[in-house]
């Protein structure tokens, strides 16, 4: 009998061992982590000059703030920007542009470095709750999640605060359960909620936050009760500490009404949204802010995304949903998550107006792909025996089929029309450097900078009038060969053709179903951005090079269509498709060449087929 004990206790500690999943090695772990930040970085920095499109008004009056600071005008770093809020970001960005110049993307370029920065806090404070395999696939998940792209290639700063709440939660974390320099990670918790506090205004919302998990801390470490009040008085006080410069500028009486007016702005009950019942309102609230991450009708800010799709891929919201309901079960390794999440969704979303904001919303994201970590934690069981090599196999594919999905969709949306039209008021990209001309030539003058909407309406066609080429006078004799169908589909025997066709229904066009395609070349006298639109009805689309350049496909009234392309000096393919199904038609066919307004294509330029 006492023989057969060592036996059975090593047999019951083999199988122990093969219910436990394997452990990536350091090495294993770095590399993978590695990969996934150079893959961040690529995703990122690819055509970060010309995607996003146009430099948004956002985007615009920030470079604006920093070209002041360049220019030793702007306010102090404790002081504050045009929105306002503390103009520390500024200051960051200013730094950027001083070493790698001013250009689109060097302003985009912090958004691009603090949100890859911000994967490695985040994969790290997710590990401590899940497996590696898991934590893993959040951060690459999140890397590439096109919310969180979005406002990482932007030159706006709410992105900035992932990277300031992951690391004051992370140094928080070691702080409790590290008995050695406990006093630092407090202390460094502290800064960076105070960092939070001179950033973004959802930054603001970190200290709280961090605070809300105090009684936790507490409830678990009950014997240590003095060293966790004593940390937690260290936060406030350093955090405090940090922001004390801003805070006495902004409790200023001259200031005050100043420093509070964006929050009054956005405050809910200051707004019509906030009138009613305070029950009904709350509670409306929070059913369409709940709803704003599964449903597509729920997105009202299409300058932040694509119109009629949710924030989140079906992929990651399925795991998000079931990652929340799984967190109900293990708040005490939750509980850091959901505090970060509640109070910026109660601040951000609830008790302000126009939400669903998905800018408002950023600093949520990192909670939600730690409840994907948790669903992803639900396939454990199957990480060892014969399923030991398969299943990360497959989630590794599923996760790059996801990423695939999602930065594919962000780069076709953002040349989509709705996606130029919605950024306006902008600055093309092709304008640009007459805009920052204009802007310096005014700071050197003692009268600058000026903001988008001054651009716009004045400054604009003063600068370009002085730059734009002479207006070109094309032979009236161009045009494309234009085939006649007797049906909507372009099939079947041309009932009409003609050579050197205007792009315009013609006059005795055929009483019920047709179709209409022009084909042959452009001629393009210099190189630039070209956009072009078609307005049409019923569908209509225009094809360069072979490439679909404006899509009005599909059966409707009149609507307008338009894309952009980059294109040489030379001829260049065309292609138009018109069909007509029934009622009322139309076609328009639309250029706006580079330092050009919006102006029909001139017959001159259009080659028909040979």
């Not at 929105?83 to 250009?103: C, D, E, N, W």
């Amino acid at each position: 009998m006492n023989q057969s004990e060592p036996l059975d206790n090593d047999l019951e500690l083999s199988q122990t061992r093969c219910r436990k999943p394997r452990e990536l090695t350091f090495r294993v772990e770095l590399a993978c982590l590695a990969f996934v930040l150079i893959w961040a970085f690529a995703v990122r920095v690819y055509h970060l000059n010309e995607v996003p499109v146009n430099l948004m008004c956002d985007e615009a009056d920030n470079m604006g703030d920093c070209l002041k600071v360049l220019y030793g005008k702007g306010p102090g770093i404790f002081g504050f920007d045009w929105k306002p809020q503390p103009a520390f970001s500024i200051y960051l960005m200013t730094a950027f542009l001083r070493v790698l110049g001013v250009h689109i993307w060097s302003v985009r370029f912090p958004s691009v470095t603090l949100s890859i920065l911000a994967l490695i806090p985040l994969y790290y404070l997710v590990k401590r709750a899940t497996s590696q395999i898991a934590a893993l696939a959040a951060t690459f998940l999140m890397a590439n999640g096109i919310w969180y792209l979005h406002f990482s290639r932007s030159a706006w700063e709410n992105v900035h605060i992932c990277l300031y709440s992951l690391m004051a939660f992370l140094l928080l974390e070691k702080a409790v359960s590290s008995r050695k320099w406990w006093f630092a990670y407090f202390a460094g918790s502290g800064f960076f909620a105070g960092i939070g506090i001179l950033g973004y205004f959802a930054g603001k919302f970190i200290l709280p936050s961090l605070l809300l998990v105090f009684p936790l801390h507490i409830l678990i470490h009950r014997k240590q009760w003095k060293r966790i009040v004593t940390g937690y008085a260290i936060i406030v006080v350093v955090a405090l500490g940090v922001s004390a410069p801003h805070l006495k500028i902004a409790r200023l009486p001259q200031n005050r009404e100043y420093a509070a007016r964006r929050i009054a702005n956005v405050y809910l009950f200051n707004n019509p949204e906030g009138k009613g019942p305070l029950v009904e309102v709350l509670t409306r609230q929070i059913k369409k802010n709940i709803q704003g991450f599964f449903d597509p009708q729920m997105n009202n800010q299409p300058r932040y995304g694509r119109v009629r799709h949710t924030p989140l891929d079906y992929a990651t919201g399925a795991f998000f949903a079931c990652g929340a309901i799984i967190s109900l079960f293990h708040l005490r390794k939750s509980w850091i998550w959901w505090s970060m999440f509640l109070t910026q969704f109660v601040f951000g979303q609830i008790l302000t107006r126009g939400t669903p904001d998905p800018a408002r919303g950023v600093p949520m994201i990192p909670t939600i792909y730690f409840l994907v970590a948790l669903s992803i934690d639900l396939f454990e069981p199957y990480w060892y025996g014969f399923w030991q090599r398969r299943v990360p196999v497959i989630l590794c594919l599923l996760c790059l089929i996801v990423a695939w999905y999602n930065v594919s969709s962000y780069f076709e949306w953002c040349y989509t029309d709705d996606a130029i039209r919605n950024r306006d008021p902008m600055v093309e990209t092709d304008e640009f450097p007459y805009w920052l001309e204009a802007q310096r030539e005014l700071l050197q003058n003692q009268r600058g900078p000026f903001n988008l909407d001054q651009w716009k309406q004045r400054l604009r066609a003063q600068v370009l009038e002085k730059v734009r080429p002479s207006p070109k006078t094309y032979s009236g004799d161009g045009g494309l060969t234009m085939t006649l169908f007797g049906n909507p589909s372009w099939q079947g025997a041309p009932t009409r053709q003609e050579r050197k066709a205007p792009v315009a229904l013609p006059s005795d066009a055929p009483e019920g179903a047709y179709s209409i395609r022009w084909k042959g070349r452009m001629l393009i006298e210099r190189q630039g951005k070209y956009t072009f639109g078609l307005n049409s009805d019923d569908g209509s689309e225009l094809l360069i090079n072979g490439k679909r350049i404006v899509d009005n496909r599909g059966q409707h009234g009149a609507q307008e269509r338009m894309g952009s392309i980059i294109l040489q000096a030379g001829e260049h393919d065309v292609e138009i498709r018109y069909f007509q199904s029934d009622g009322a038609s139309r076609l328009d066919f639309w250029w706006k060449p580079p330092l050009t307004d919006k102006e029909p294509v001139p017959l001159g330029i259009l080659i028909p087929e040979p």
